[in-house]
């Protein structure tokens, strides 16, 4: 998945995991954020992770990866795209 952001812009992405908990809740969760992007904030449910991202150079791609480890003890990534376009 690829979303757009202004390199001015700080936006917020949220990855529902829900589907793939299936019952188990969300214990922690990490951001692996590119250099060039700014992490200003990050929350989480017990079902759901998001992130605040700020910054990132027009003309750029960057991908941030969400890992979480659940209750029950399983860890998993999913990743997205930031494409830097300015708007």
Do not use: Q
Not at 64 to 85: A, C, L
């Amino acid at each position: 998945m690829t979303f757009l952001k202004d390199p001015h812009a700080v936006l917020d992405y949220t990855i529902d995991w829900t589907r793939w908990l299936a019952g188990d809740t969300i214990a922690t969760s990490e951001w692996v954020v590119p250099a060039e992007l700014t992490l200003t904030a990050h929350t989480k449910t017990i079902a759901c992770t998001t992130v605040w991202l700020s910054g990132g150079t027009a003309g750029d791609s960057y991908t941030v990866t969400n890992r979480i480890t659940t209750d029950g003890g399983r860890t998993e990534d999913r990743s997205f795209t930031v494409r830097i376009e300015e708007r």
